[in-house]
């Protein structure tokens, strides 16, 4: 084994028995034998992560994510193979499982930071701190039970992220609580990253594993299937991904703000203390009457892009992406506004607009969705996003196959 990796597991698995029937749990109990079959939730796992890495974990539900980082977390023992930790680790799988709900938010702070491996007196100088960040005010000193779940949220991360972890293990917990909370909770977690904590981040979201990890693991049905660099791994798991069924358009479920219309524009412009939301999406071409789909010629119409949003002033301008995606889901084309260097333009008071021509659109004859993202200053963490927010329906001349007609010339 490497003494320079933080993580090591070598054949590792995890099994969990099937009874059928009180009396197979209890023979498997007094003999350790049954008849029951296992269902092996993780196998032959080799893995090794180094000091300060960011390794994204993806797969489908049920594939073993949660499995795998219960055991690097020390919360599950495997059935077979071994699992080598070094360093304090701080886990977010479910936020605030160690919480006593008669305890006041003070006393599990204090108790669960001495679970994370801090001493009394560490724990009792960092609380402060931990109640500030959590921004409970006078619940601190009131049992947990009276909580809402976002203060319980909000306290439990804190007090997770707090410890200074050597490793951070986060589950689908990337952002926890409202959209300033969930602003603050990102940085905490980049700051970790600056410091050199290694982190193993486990989501579905393809965008954020790319932008936030070096390499990436991709768990299905229990056993690795590829590792390699994020850019590699996240694009081999979306090609599988579009392989699958797919839901028909339209049956998609939550996140959809403005609708499927070509130009939306929301009535009350404002966004909270440490926030930002999109106000406003329209894309058009010269001369169309906005509402309904947008009707575009195969490589004549030029498309403009419009965003509107409102932001907290304190914070950084943001970013703004879209994304279009065809009627099986599969995401045809992206673009981002940090990536291609352009100007968000902002007012003082947080109010603000980008606009983007896509010249001659070069999709071929088709229906495409439109998707809208706005986000933080760094691209990752998203503020707002309006899905399938408007809809294209492409024509052409010609007989040409395909999604789009790519650039070319002839020798």
Avoid at 199 to 222: D, K, N, P, T
């Amino acid at each position: 084994m490497s003494s320079d990796a933080a993580i090591e597991c070598h054949d590792l698995g995890k099994a969990y028995l099937m009874a059928e029937s009180p009396w197979q749990r209890l023979m498997h109990q007094l003999t350790g034998r049954s008849s029951a079959r296992q269902h092996w939730a993780l196998q032959g796992v080799d893995l090794q992560v180094q000091r300060g890495e960011v390794l994204g974990v993806l797969g489908r539900n049920g594939a073993g994510k949660s499995t795998l980082l219960q055991l690097l977390c020390g919360t599950l023992t495997p059935t077979t193979g071994t699992v080598v930790v070094r360093g304090r680790v701080a886990a977010l799988l479910e936020l605030g499982a160690g919480f006593n709900p008669q305890f006041t938010g003070r006393e599990n702070a204090l108790l669960n930071a001495a679970l994370l491996g801090l001493s009394r007196a560490e724990a009792q100088d960092r609380l402060q701190a931990m109640l500030a960040f959590a921004d409970i005010g006078e619940f601190a000193d009131r049992p947990v039970r009276t909580y809402s779940s976002g203060m319980f949220m909000r306290l439990a991360f804190a007090v997770a992220t707090s410890v200074e972890p050597d490793i951070l293990i986060i589950d689908e917990a990337l952002s926890v609580g409202d959209g300033a909370f969930a602003r603050k909770s990102f940085d905490r977690i980049m700051q970790l990253k600056a410091r050199g904590a290694t982190i193993l981040f486990c989501s579905h979201s393809l965008y954020q594993v790319e932008a936030l990890c070096e390499r990436a693991v991709w768990l299905e049905a229990g056993a690795v299937r590829m590792t390699g660099t994020a850019s590699q791994v996240c694009g081999a798991y979306q090609g599988h991904l579009n392989g699958l069924d797919r839901p028909g358009w339209g049956d998609a479920g939550g996140g959809a703000l403005l609708g499927g219309q070509a130009c939306v524009e929301v009535a009350k412009a404002t966004a909270a203390a440490g926030t930002a939301r999109l106000t406003g999406f329209s894309v058009s071409v010269a001369g169309q009457p906005t509402g309904g789909p947008v009707q575009v010629r195969s490589g004549v119409d030029d498309v403009r892009v419009t965003w509107r949003f409102a932001s907290d002033p304190a914070l950084p301008t943001p970013a703004v992406a879209l994304g279009i995606s065809d009627e099986n889901g599969l995401t045809v084309s992206s673009a981002l506004s940090l990536v291609d260097g352009a100007t968000v333009h902002r007012e003082l008071d947080g109010s603000g607009h980008a606009q983007m021509v896509l010249t001659k659109l070069p999709l071929l004859k088709g229906r495409y969705s439109v998707t809208a993202f706005l986000l933080s200053e760094d691209g990752l963490h998203p503020y707002d996003q309006a899905l399938q927010a408007a809809t294209l329906e492409v024509q052409q001349d010609g007989p040409l196959q395909g999604l789009v007609s790519l650039p070319r010339h002839w020798l």
